[in-house]
């Protein structure tokens, strides 16, 4: 039973494993203890969040961390200031290939343990072997243009020399399509969130050969997305909120809750699953071929020291791949805009830990090439990559 | 109407599509394609060539359209979203109604608007339509689980039709509950009682 006092929240989800808070926020009465009444909508596309949040159908979101940033810099439609003032996740995807290709890769001396490095340095060559047998560039699929994902993927590929706009194909999918179309030929790989790789390897389709863990370490993947007029007129609900997330995340966190979660997140209102393909990332495991079950204790992490709490650094790195990538222009002003935008004041007051006050200084982990992200010097970390998008001529 | 305009209706519900394309038709535009399989969706919309395209909420596909706008190579013209700021009373009346649409650049609101407004109304009549449809269902089903009821309380009791649905009503007044409900109830009870 609800309190009658209990303050309604409309959120928006796309079933996914890192869907678990809010989902285990609204059933698991985490929300309730927070005096809140928390109502989940379930959504079919990331062009639908968007749109629902910005005409205010919603009040929070699950979101693709890069979207409170594009949309803060008008660079979607329906574009309103947004702020990111929780993760909901950390980790959680991986590129999948299909098993020809892996052939290819492994011939080519890919490493068979997820190494992204030693995986990266065998495609070129597979590439090359392709062109030749038919002229067609492999053909990759992410979940939206901003998105962990698509930034994942092609740090991946351009740190082995690859030019994701030229040398390969980059298109878009919905998560359930995206082992289908592997299974008809359609791409060649692609990068996405649980459990969309395991199904892919259980019906031997493909083979994992990287993940997100392994690319950029306890990196943000999804958030909780607010616009900023919404938290301005709702600051004491928006922090019972996180309150309530973040004891979720507890809950989440405990793998000895992760088949009970598994169940919950496998119901038809939600992913609407076999629970079976859900536990293995529950529980730091990740199948990456038929009989090879690697330990990844920080596959997709829910909690943990901080973890939850935005930084200006993290929202920065995406930023400076949209401009990479030539979705974005640099300028000095959308990258306070961006630090703004991943604010941790709000998380900090939420939880009475006090306010940070957006440290840069405190770079993230680096990526695994070794190269040195500091978010102070953005210009210069994103004129530092040899392969990026050229500007286009007018 | 100067040249008129080519207008794709991407929506896999073949019949809202068909309602829609009609709308369209009878509003004078002859250039409707209606697209319900996604396959090859940049190939199909290079082809096309399309001005106006009106897609429902409900299909997975919108972020790859979203994604082939942003690689204007795959289109010959660039297309922006339709909604911009000033309209957003139109907007929210469109997400209601379940569709969005997308225009190519540089066409003027005042032909755009009548092709969302009627899009917006046909997904309207076409939802109201579903609704009436699940209505009936529901009301046929019911009348099934009814004569099933009747039945049970015929053969147990013996006593004729009348006599049973009477007995049904009467029980549901007493209780303050629906025909329907007591009829679900009382199938239950004799199914669990038959073993």
Known sequence: ?394 | MSTSLSILVIDDNRIRASIIEQGLRDAGHDRVILIDQMDGLVRQITDIDPDVIVIDLENPNRDQLEHIFQISRAVRRPIAMFVDKSESGSIEAAVDAGVSAYVVDGLKKERVKPILDMAISRFRAFSRLANELEEAKSELADRKTIDRAKGILMKSRGISEPEAYDLLRRTAMNQSRKIIDVAQSLIIASGLLEG
């Open chain 1, 1 to 394: 039973m609800t309190r009658p006092s209990a303050k309604t929240v409309i959120a928006g989800f796309i079933p996914l494993l890192d869907s678990a808070l809010l989902v285990a926020a609204a059933r698991f009465g985490f929300a309730e203890e927070e005096g809140i009444d928390l109502k989940l909508v379930r959504e079919t596309s990331w062009a639908n969040i968007r749109d629902r949040i910005s005409i205010g159908h919603f009040d929070v979101a699950h979101m693709l961390a890069p979207m409170p940033i594009a949309a803060t810099l008008k660079l979607t439609s329906l574009a309103v200031p947004m702020l990111a003032p929780m993760t909901l996740g950390l980790g959680g995807n991986a590129i999948t290939v299909s098993l020809p290709i892996w052939e290819e890769m492994k011939a080519h001396g890919a490493d068979t343990r997820g190494d992204p490095g030693s995986t990266g340095q065998a495609l070129p060559k597979t590439i090359g072997s392709r062109r030749n047998k038919s002229g067609d560039p492999l053909r990759f699929a992410v979940v939206h243009p901003f998105s962990g994902h698509a930034y994942e993927l092609r740090y991946w590929l351009a740190a082995a020399g690859i030019d994701p706009d030229r040398d390969v194909e980059i298109t878009v999918l919905p998560p359930p399509l995206m082992p289908d179309a592997l299974l008809a030929g359609r791409i060649d790989g692609y990068c996405v969130g649980e459990p969309w790789n395991t199904i892919s390897v259980q019906n031997r389709l493909g083979r994992i050969v990287t993940f997100k863990d392994a690319i950029w370490p306890a990196s943000p993947e999804k958030v909780l997305g607010v616009t900023q007029s919404w938290a301005d007129h709702n600051a004491e609900t928006l922090q019972a909120l996180i309150r309530a997330l973040v004891k979720a995340a507890d809950w989440c966190a405990d793998w000895d809750n992760a088949e009970d979660l598994a169940h919950l997140l496998a119901a038809p209102d939600y992913l609407d699953c076999a629970p079976a393909t859900c536990v293995p990332a529950l529980t730091g495991k990740l199948q990456l071929e038929t009989g090879l079950m690697l330990e990844v204790p920080g596959f997709l992490s829910f909690a943990g020291p901080d973890a939850l709490c935005p930084t200006g650094a993290d929202g920065l790195w995406f930023y400076s791949q949209m401009v990479r990538w030539g979705q974005a222009a640099y300028s000095q002003q959308d990258a306070e805009k961006v630090v703004r935008t991943f604010d941790d004041r709000l998380f900090r007051e939420a939880l009475g830990t006090g306010a940070a006050g957006n440290d840069l200084s405190q770079a993230p982990k680096p990526l695994f090439d070794g190269v040195e992200y500091d978010p102070a010097d953005l210009a210069n970390y994103i004129a530092s990559f040899p392969i990026r998008a050229r500007p286009t001529p007018v």
